[in-house]
């Protein structure tokens, strides 16, 4: 059974989230402000799987939290919750680490849809099949261990999030293949891609930022007006 942390400073929204999500049969603990949200994530009795995390709230607002989340448990899923609707808003909380964004006020099913397929996408390594030899790519100086998650460039071990990591395996899986913001889209979020959406673009450039911190070079090739590939 899953365990999820919702922070939420609205007391009624972190509430109605529980209920629908205690349906589903996972476990919810509930925090109102980022510092109690940190302590239970710190807490080394606590272990959580995914984390619902509101923007605006008092003492250390969602951002800051999601920041010092990725320092220290990268593969977490975080599914960041906001009132603001402008698209600067939402590349902040990409850019921070969260995995996922949702609009206020939202709709509890598809809520509760998208915490499914972010549980489901993290952890479907547990229940793996492939072989040893089949779960790890190597393309150029990076190796990929989907079974255990683990990317190292040029011998060092790179924190990736959920979504960054499953772009990286894609691409990597395909060497040479330029894959539209579309495709990668569909094929890492399973949902419908707008033309609007920026949110592959931000999850590129992270990835990017990360892999070229160690390796000194650009893995991610952008073919202009086209997409994104990786060479072998």
């Known amino acids: 059974?899953?365990?999820?942390?919702?922070?939420?400073?609205?007391?009624?929204?972190?509430?109605?989230?529980?209920?629908?999500?205690?349906?589903?049969?996972?476990?919810?603990?509930?925090?109102?402000?980022?510092?109690?949200?940190?302590?239970?994530?710190?807490?080394?009795?606590?272990?959580?799987?995914?984390?619902?995390?509101d923007v605006?709230?008092?003492?250390?607002?969602?951002?800051?939290?999601c920041r010092q989340v990725r320092d220290t448990a990268s593969v977490i899923p975080i599914l960041m919750l906001s009132a603001k609707t402008e698209d600067m808003d939402k590349i902040l909380g990409l850019m921070t680490g969260a995995d996922d964004y949702m609009i206020k006020p939202f709709n509890p099913l598809e809520l509760t849809v998208r915490v499914k397929t972010l549980l489901r996408r993290t952890f479907q390594y547990n229940t793996d099949t492939r072989s040893q030899d089949d779960a790890v790519l190597r393309i150029q100086d990076v190796e990929i261990n989907r079974s255990t998650h683990r990317v190292i460039a040029d011998g060092n071990d790179i924190q990736l999030t959920g979504r960054e990591f499953d772009i990286l395996s894609l691409l990597a899986s395909h060497p040479g293949r330029v894959f539209s913001a579309e495709e990668i889209f569909q094929r890492v979020w399973k949902e419908k891609y707008y033309v609007s959406n920026n949110t592959v673009m931000v999850h590129i450039s992270n990835l990017r930022d990360k892999l070229e911190k160690e390796l000194g070079y650009k893995l991610i090739q952008t073919v202009w007006g086209v997409g994104y590939k990786i060479d072998a």
């Open 56 to 65: 605006m709230m008092p003492k250390m607002n969602g951002l800051e939290v």
């Open 1 to 53: 059974m899953r365990n999820i942390l919702v922070v939420d400073d609205d007391k009624e929204i972190a509430n109605l989230i529980s209920i629908y999500l205690k349906n589903e049969g996972f476990n919810i603990r509930c925090a109102h402000d980022g510092e109690e949200a940190l302590k239970l994530l710190n807490d080394p009795n606590e272990a959580f799987d995914l984390v619902i995390l």
